[in-house]
């Protein structure tokens, strides 16, 4: 059975930090590109930031300068440092896995909240 487990969600004033972790269990991540997504109330999901299998990265303009995104294969996990973070930062965070073959996603996480308060 594929998991993909998210933790770090958490409340934080505009201006801090958070880390999200994403561990899958059930795949190898090491050859999939690995993305975050997020969802915010009466809002259509979006991708976040994405990592390729061999590393490069993109960002929604967004959330450039302030969030990265990683990877540890060895580790199964992906992370999000989120830092400055802003009140419409606030969403439901979402981890995926995507096919082997392409950027179709195959896997999701069940979702982590953040909320960033003014």
């Known amino acids: 059975q594929v998991q993909l487990v998210e933790s770090g969600e958490g409340l934080v004033q505009a201006g801090g930090s958070l880390r999200l972790s994403c561990t899958a269990s059930?795949?190898?991540?090491?050859?999939?590109?690995m993305g975050w997504y997020r969802q915010a109330p009466g809002k259509q999901r979006e991708l976040v930031a994405r990592?390729?299998?061999?590393?490069?990265?993109r960002y929604v303009d967004s959330v450039k300068g302030r969030f990265t995104i990683s990877r540890d294969n060895a580790q199964s996990t992906v992370y999000l440092q989120m830092n400055s973070l802003k009140p419409e930062d606030t969403a439901v965070y979402y981890c995926?896995?995507?096919?082997?073959?392409?950027?179709?996603?195959?896997?999701w996480g069940q979702g982590t909240q953040v909320t960033v308060s003014s």
């Open positions: 059930g795949i190898s991540i090491r050859f999939r590109g």
């Open positions: 995926s896995a995507e096919n082997l073959y392409s950027d179709d996603v195959d896997y």
């Open positions: 990592i390729s299998r061999t590393g490069d990265t």
